[in-house]
């Protein structure tokens, strides 16, 4: 009889043995991140249990980062370094008895971060706009493209000049070749060395730096080919002044003076310097047109100028000048990018208004 009695009773013992919860804690990297972030989890066998995490500093000492009461649990320990290992300590106390577990990890940043899709959904959306774009202008379709009335200028200052029999200066700015206004106001000079070939007018464009310089004289040497004028090219009229921006300056201040130019075009990247050239060209009595995207400089330049290209209008310059497929459907491309954004950013905010923040969760990467 007692041995019947027994057998449940060991019955049970043998259960609760095979079905004791094994301590574990464990410390993985978070998957599609930018390897800043280590997942650690535990489990611990009492739901009473207060549990510690703690790490290790670069001294080994642990400091405590999280707290929490329960059997299992999670915590995502952030704004890591990739590639750099981390220890970590869970300390779990029931009653008197406590647990002690260790564990390490390194987080690895991935090829692929989940909480930039967002971006990449955007880029894949403009990308196709401005593929779709450069597609309708290369089939005939006319792309409107708001007026600039500093480049439709370009024709009026060149026949002024040549009215005159002065010349056309033409300043790229103060920056080197790696600057993106450099560029824009090379591809600018090119059409305005168009305009100076047909009317036979001297243009002058004294430049900083070397490899500005080179640029410019096949900028300007292909544009008198394509006007079928190449006898009418000057080298010359291409120089190097100096690398020093005041001395550059001061020796466009000096051209100025002597050589009374009947227009003047100062477009690039422009500094300190922007209101000397503008107040000196415009003593001179000559038609000044400006552009920068250094906003800083545009006051300068509005004041004492007759047209300025303000910020972006210089980089569409040359869309608008030559009418390329290409360059009109990029351009209406990334106008198509900007409203698309500006539409997203006031669509967040009616969602934060709302009280709907996943929204800006899911821009953000917090809902991944």
Known sequence: MKQLILIPILASCLLSVFFAITPEFKCEDVPYDAGQALALTWKVPSDSSFVVIQKADSLGVFNEIHAAIGSSGSYTDTELSPQQEYRYRLIATTGSDSLSLDSSGKPVEQWFYLGKLSFLILLVIICAAILLYINMARRGKELFIRRISGLDSMEEAVGRATEKGKPILFVPGISDLDDIQTIAALTILSHLAAK????????????????????????????????????????????????????????????????????????????????????????????????????????FFV??????????????????????????????????????????????IVMEIAGQHWFKGWFSGEVF
Do not use: W
């Open 303 to 348: 004041v004492s100028c007759d047209y300025t290209l303000i910020g972006e209008e210089l980089f569409a310059a040359s869309a608008y000048l030559s009418k390329d497929p290409q360059q009109l459907g990029s351009l209406k491309g990334h106008d198509f990018g900007k409203l698309l954004i500006i539409l997203l950013i006031l669509i967040g």
């Open 196 to 299: 100076s070939a047909e009317y036979n007018t001297d243009l002058i464009v004294p430049c900083r730096y070397s490899m500005v310089l080179s640029a410019a004289r096949e900028v300007v040497k292909a544009a008198y080919l394509t006007a079928g004028k190449p006898d009418a090219y000057k080298e010359k009229n291409i120089f190097y002044l100096t690398d020093d921006q005041f001395g550059y300056v001061a020796g466009i201040d000096g051209i100025m003076v002597r050589e009374q130019p009947a227009a003047n075009f100062f477009l690039g990247s422009f500094y300190a310097e922007s209101l000397i050239l503008a107040e000196t060209g415009f003593s001179t009595g000559a038609i000044q047109t400006s552009g920068t995207a250094q906003a800083h400089q545009l006051p």
